[in-house]
Nanobody, 125 residues
Framework: QVQLVESGGGSVQAGGSLNLSCQAS????????MAWFRQTPDKEREGVAA????????YYADSVKGRFTISQDYPNNILWLQMNSLKPEDTAMYYC??????????????????WGQGTQVTVSS
């Protein structure tokens, strides 16, 4: 079992920044990918950024490349998402997730095993 708790969401104006964090606990060493997803009521859940757990290989959705940075404090079990140059279309509930299987990469194959409760990000124009 892995427990994930997100924090750091909030309301900002367009062009602003937020830094989301995800505190992981439990059997996190068995996870292969750590990722951030987002979802709004009218859209499907979207993978935003992912990385190999402790390995540093990173993946980004085209919509956030150059603006968002995923990173990890592996010894302290924290996953970060630094979000810069925020746009109104970045408004969503953001979720931290962990996946134990490597097959299919961060966005395909087996689904993510564990999810946090989410943290809301609202960007106003």
């Amino acid at each position: 079992q892995v427990q994930l708790v997100e924090s750091g969401g909030g309301s900002v104006q367009a062009g602003g920044s937020l830094n989301l964090s995800c505190q992981a606990s439990g059997d996190r060493y068995s996870m292969y990918y750590m990722a951030w997803f987002r979802q709004t009521p009218d859209k499907e859940r979207e993978g935003v950024a992912a990385m190999t757990n402790g390995g540093g290989v990173k993946y980004y959705a085209d919509s956030v490349k150059g603006r968002f940075t995923i990173s990890q404090d592996y010894p302290n079990n924290i996953l970060w998402l630094q979000m810069n140059s925020l746009k109104p279309e970045d408004t969503a509930m953001y979720y931290c997730a962990a996946k134990s299987k490597r097959y299919g990469g961060p966005w395909g194959g087996d689904p993510y095993n564990y999810w946090g409760q989410g943290t809301q990000v609202t960007v106003s124009s």
